[in-house]
């Protein structure tokens, strides 16, 4: 069964920091890995987008990476500001045919930028 | 905009009352499925439909049903609301593994809706 955690549960910065959260996976036979952003109260809204035959992609401050064979993705977050508060999501999508039917995700990343 | 729409958006029932959530997606996406989220538990799916005329149960299928309308269209159904559904039910679609769309596999979330049982 595919298991996919995401360190720290928690984290606290002050404003203008550059930061790093991490999510792992148990099974590498995934078909792409997806970053989301959730606000309090809200819905999921997607960050990034990586294939499993990516390293890397960009959007903004933000910087997925993507190392497959061994089961880990980093979101990188660059001069972190107060509207970047929100929960963060890790998600991963298997492979057709591995057994799985959909997204396994982590349980979050609560992040809080104080200004 | 484009996405996927889920009505309502809040809901007060009592136990034993039934109900229908609609989601619908305008991006012509072939997959739909509907997760719950609940405090400490993540998110977890319900069904899901690979394709329109077929859906299949997720994780935690019990007490729920589900019609595929059309390709747009995927309804969650309570027939007889218990406290313990008491949740935050979304609809996401995707295209398929081997879609071309420029979205290439990624999932899109609808807002949301926040179920109280009472």
């Known amino acids: 069964k595919q298991e996919v955690t995401q360190i720290p549960a928690a984290l606290s910065v002050p404003e203008g920091e550059n930061l790093v959260l991490n999510c792992s996976f148990t099974d590498s036979a995934i078909y792409n890995l997806q970053w989301f952003r959730q606000d309090p109260g809200k819905g999921l809204t997607s960050l990034l987008l990586?294939?499993?035959?990516?390293r890397e992609q960009t959007s903004g401050r933000l910087n997925a990476s993507l190392d497959k064979s061994s089961g880990r993705s980093t979101l990188y977050i660059a001069a972190s500001q107060p509207g970047d508060s929100a929960t963060y999501l890790c998600?991963?999508?298997?492979?057709?045919?591995?057994?799985?039917?959909?997204?396994?995700f982590g349980k979050g990343t609560m992040l809080l930028v104080s200004p | 905009n484009a996405g996927v729409t889920q009505t309502p958006k809040f809901q007060v029932l009592k136990t034993g009352q039934s109900m229908t959530l609609q989601c619908a997606q305008d991006m012509n996406h072939n997959s739909m499925y509907w997760y719950r989220q609940d405090p400490g538990m993540g998110l977890r799916l319900i069904y899901y439909?690979?394709?329109?005329?077929?859906?299949d149960k997720g994780e935690v299928p019990n007490g729920y049903n589900v019609s595929r309308l059309n390709k747009r269209e995927f309804s969650l159904r309570l027939e007889s609301a218990a406290p313990s559904q008491t949740s935050v039910y979304f609809c996401?679609?995707?295209?398929?593994?081997?879609?071309?769309?420029?979205?290439?596999?990624?999932?899109?979330f609808g807002s949301g809706t926040r179920l109280t049982v009472v």
């Open positions: 990586i294939q499993s035959s990516q």
């Open positions: 996401a679609s995707s295209e398929t593994w081997s879609g071309h769309l420029a979205g290439q596999g990624g999932y899109t």
């Open positions: 998600a991963v999508r298997p492979q057709r045919n591995s057994g799985y039917s959909t997204l396994t």
């Open positions: 439909s690979a394709s329109e005329g077929t859906t």
